[in-house]
């Protein structure tokens, strides 16, 4: 089994920083997939960004240029520097892990940005 845990969220103004974290624990097999999407109020859950287990990253074309995934393989965390914060991005950010065919999702993290 796998947990995943996100962390990081908060409230912060427009054009502000924040750096979220996924963590994975458990019986983990490196390196694995994993990708975070976001969910605002009254609409679907989107993907954000999200890395192969080769290391290839794609964005979402909305966050490009402001949004960096990266991940650290022997902490098993996955991060998201998000900069230049917008309004547009508040939503509850989820983080799934890809391992051994499954799909892992943690509880997310709010992230609330202020104009």
């Known amino acids: 089994q796998v947990q995943v845990v996100e962390s990081g969220g908060g409230s912060v103004q427009a054009g502000g920083s924040l750096r979220l974290s996924c963590a994975a624990s458990g019986s983990i097999s490196r390196p694995y997939a994993a990708g975070w999407y976001r969910q605002a109020p009254g609409k679907q859950r989107e993907l954000v960004a999200t890395i192969t287990s080769s290391g290839n990253v794609n964005y979402q074309d909305a966050v490009k240029g402001r949004f960096t995934l990266s991940r650290d393989n022997a902490q098993n965390t996955v991060y998201l520097q998000m900069n230049n914060l917008k309004p547009g991005d508040t939503a509850i950010y989820y983080c799934?892990?890809?391992?051994?065919?499954?799909?892992?999702w943690g509880q997310g993290t709010q992230v609330t940005v202020s104009s």
């Open positions: 799934n892990v890809f391992i051994r065919d499954t799909l892992y």
